[in-house]
């Protein structure tokens, strides 16, 4: 039977309020699902980041301002 808002069968159209996104991995710094309707991050090792922040954040990258003596 064909769904009353896309009008088809599984899969849903991935506008229709019925799709159901599908989960592609977790993000490994805080563990948001990664969905194939979402945006990611891949780091040069391949890991997949939700947020840019996260992808900072795993690395451990922080923003530093330049001192006298470290010219």
Known sequence: MSCEF???DNPHDYRCPNYEPKIHGYCP???TPLLDTS???VDNDG???CS???AIQN???IEIE???EDE
């Open 29 to 31: 710094q805080c563990y």
């Open 39 to 41: 945006t990611y991050y």
């Open 47 to 49: 890991n997949r980041f």
């Open 6 to 8: 896309c009008h088809h």
């Open 52 to 54: 840019e922040e996260c």
């Open 66 to 68: 330049w001192e006298d």
């Open 59 to 61: 690395h451990g990258i």
